[in-house]
Nanobody
Framework: QVQLVESGGGLVQAGASLRLSCAAS????????MAWFRQASGKEREFVAN?????????NYADSVEGRFTISRDSAKNTMYLQMNSLKFEDTAVYYC????????????????WGQGTQVTVSS
């Protein structure tokens, strides 16, 4: 099991930027896919982005964030990041990092390990 701890959330105005971090521990991440999901109040948890930790670290994005958000990782620090630019009101949500072994899927229920979440609030 991988332990995940998110940080970096906060309250910002529309158009601003934030960078979320997800510190991982407990396992070698070489076989893992790491992902960001988010859940707005009253809505289902939705996919934001994922990356394959090793090798080419191929990335995937939800259409709603493509071109505004960038997922990345620092292997030396065992930390994943989500750089969020041009934030919109509709990006307001609790953001979670997650991990799984296997294909880079976009379905939350397929991820086995989760962080506690960090709140991002964008004021319009």
């Amino acid at each position: 099991q991988v332990q995940l701890v998110e940080s970096g959330g906060g309250l910002v105005q529309a158009g601003a930027s934030l960078r979320l971090s997800c510190a991982a521990s407990g396992r070698n991440l070489g076989w893992y896919v790491m992902a960001w999901f988010r859940q707005a109040s009253g809505k289902e948890r939705e996919f934001v982005a994922n990356l394959i930790w090793s090798g080419s670290s191929k990335t995937n994005y939800a259409d709603s964030v493509e071109g505004r958000f960038t997922i990345s990782r620092d292997s030396a620090k065992n930390t994943m990041y989500l750089q969020m630019n041009s934030l919109k009101f509709e990006d307001t949500a609790v953001y979670y990092c997650a991990a799984r072994i296997g294909p880079a899927l976009r379905t939350a229920t397929m991820y086995s390990d989760w962080g506690q979440g960090t709140q991002v609030t964008v004021s319009s």
